[in-house]
């Protein structure tokens, strides 16, 4: 798409603020809810993982802080992404791009948002888990949003750590250090991230391509992107059997994960095995990594419940 006709399609979209009214919901909406529960339970499971005890209220305290934070910077993202969303059929109607909110209230949301939670988990939780957290923040919105989203194909790699310390930040919430099994839970994250959103690249290539986001569908095409998921996934699968190995979680989930990582490669080899342009089996592995990530830390989650 030329330059010109993408500024037109952004223009069009992204007028009527004047008119706009921004309700509750529109504002909801700025913290990505869907993206931010999978991010909000993954931090529960690592403050449930942890060893020691944290008071019911810091815990509910440290989760509120997790969720607000990833929220916001869920706001900033969709501020600085407003060109690029009003282009992408996926993301048109997000409040910015549909003229529900002014691009300066979603930054001023947003910014206030990132740095509240912050100084409430330092001041009632502890500061090394309120360091992770304003790391995490700062990566998301300066490290992938602002810089690698638009200038790698590897934008989705180095970037998903941001959305990988969850787990790490309520492991510290708890017990105030950075541990070999919390640097486990954060690699998890990290290596699920790419072949869950390169699933959604594949068939949402055309998308990206319009918005000129160098995805790696768009620039490798779609027989390496495909070669690279397979290959995170098998990574994958003996990296998820690391929480058994370490001790933090049992033999049930030891079990649950290499059946749950068995299914995770059959996914991968179905979306490599696919021909060029049928993108179902890559929808169907983008909507089982969600189930895959969850059910992880819900039996990790389930055996520290039920065991102790």
């Not at 403050?47 to 900033?76: D, N, Q, W």
């Not at 310390?165 to 510290?172: E, K, L, R, S, T």
């Not at 179905?270 to 021909?275: C, D, F, I, M």
């Amino acid at each position: 798409m030329s330059d010109t006709a993408l500024d037109t399609r952004t223009g069009a979209a992204l007028g009527g603020y004047e008119q706009a009214t921004a309700g509750v919901g529109d504002f909801i909406a700025l913290l990505k809810p869907r993206v931010m529960s999978l991010v909000v339970f993954s931090g529960f499971a690592g403050l449930m993982l942890a060893p020691g005890h944290l008071h019911p209220v810091l815990a509910a305290v440290a989760i509120l802080c997790i969720a607000v934070s990833a929220g916001a910077a869920g706001a900033v993202n969709m501020w600085y992404d407003r060109d690029i969303d009003a282009i992408m059929t996926r993301t048109q109607k997000r409040p910015i791009p549909a003229g529900k909110v002014d691009p300066d209230e979603a930054l001023a949301f947003g910014v206030v948002l990132s740095v509240a939670p912050v100084i409430l988990m330092g001041l009632a939780v502890n500061w090394v888990a309120a360091g992770l957290l304003a790391f995490a923040s700062a990566f998301y919105i300066f490290v992938y949003t602002m810089w690698l989203k638009r200038s790698t194909p590897q934008n989705i790699v180095i970037g998903g750590a941001a959305g990988a310390f969850p787990p790490m930040i309520g492991w510290a919430a708890v017990t105030g250090d950075i541990s070999l099994a919390s640097v486990v839970l954060f690699a998890l994250v990290f290596f699920w991230t790419p072949p869950h959103f390169w699933a959604l690249a594949l068939f949402r290539r055309i998308d990206y391509s319009d918005a000129g986001v160098p995805m790696l569908p768009v620039v490798a095409g779609e027989r390496e992107t495909k070669r690279q998921m397979l290959a995170y996934t098998v990574l994958l699968f003996p990296l998820a059997l690391t929480p058994y190995v370490l001790g933090v979680s049992g033999v049930a989930y030891a079990i649950g994960a290499a059946v749950l990582g068995g299914l995770f490669l059959l996914s991968a080899v179905r979306v490599l095995r696919a021909e060029e342009g049928d993108y179902k089996p890559a929808k169907q592995m983008f909507a089982f990594s969600i189930l895959y990530l969850f059910l992880l830390f819900a039996l990790m989650v389930g055996e520290r419940l039920v065991l102790g």
